[in-house]
T-cell receptor
Framework: SQQGEEDPQALSIQEGENATMNCSYK?????LQWYRQNSGRGLVHLIL?????REKHSGRLRVTLDTSKKSSSLLITASRAADTASYFC??????????????FGRGTQLTVWP | DGGITQSPKYLFRKEGQNVTLSCEQN?????MYWYRQDPGQGLRLIYY???????QKGDIAEGYSVSREKKESFPLTVTSAQKNPTAFYLC???????????FGSGTRLTVV
């Protein structure tokens, strides 16, 4: 399976602290994406990083990608209670027959306490 | 506003009954997807479609069926052959393929 795996499964921090989540995957990719899901809602796309990029920023989000280790990390700086959600990484495939579909991990449940 | 709409939000199915979940998008996206999410689990792909009148099975297609007669619509039917259908169902769309997905708000299906 090409499914990514997030680590840790759950993370609990105080407001103002940084939150770091990791994702590992198994096969070559074109891009890796991070999504957020609030309880009982759909997923929201946060950021996409391409295989030829090593780091990307968006507001308080910083994503890194290490294709040699087949891993990525998502850093949320200065966390807020509103950041409480599940975070998923998703990878595509560079194999032509499966272009278009994403493979999602099980997610990291982040809880930010006021 | 452009977006993707799933209906109904909650759905109850009796044993042996087929039910259809609606997914409509006005984003002019070519590709559409159906995922199933169980508590504490990741998303598992049921079916996906990259163009009208064409679709492919995902990892857990048994007991489900889809159609893609219009670019905007990708309904999912949960048939009586699906023995454990209780789950949260998510529809998504994207364009071009492999760019970021836009998700609907989901349908929670419960067997009664």
């Amino acid at each position: 399976s090409q499914q990514g795996e997030e680590d840790p499964q759950a993370l609990s921090i105080q407001e103002g602290e940084n939150a770091t989540m990791n994702c590992s995957y198994k096969t070559s990719i074109n891009n890796l994406q991070w999504y957020r899901q609030n309880s009982g809602r759909g997923l929201v796309h946060l950021i996409l990083i391409r295989s030829n990029e090593r780091e990307k920023h968006s507001g308080r989000l910083r994503v890194t990608l290490d294709t040699s280790k087949k891993s990525s990390s998502l850093l949320i700086t200065a966390s807020r209670a509103a950041d409480t959600a599940s975070y998923f990484c998703a990878t595509d495939s560079d194999r032509g027959s499966t272009l278009g579909r994403l493979y999602f991990g099980r997610g990291t449940q982040l809880t930010v306490w006021p | 506003d452009g977006g993707i709409t799933q209906s109904p939000k909650y759905l109850f199915r009796k044993e042996g009954q087929n039910v259809t979940l609606s997914c409509e998008q006005n984003l002019n996206h070519d590709a559409m997807y159906w995922y199933r999410q169980d508590p504490g689990q990741g998303l598992r792909l049921i079916y996906y479609s990259q163009i009208v009148n064409d679709f492919q099975k995902g990892d857990i297609a048994e007991g489900y069926s889809v159609s893609r007669e219009k670019k905007e619509s990708f309904p999912l039917t949960v048939t009586s052959a699906q023995k454990n259908p209780t789950a949260f169902y998510l529809c998504a769309s994207s364009t071009p393929p492999s760019y970021g997905y836009t998700f609907g708000s989901g349908t929670r299906l419960t067997v009664v």
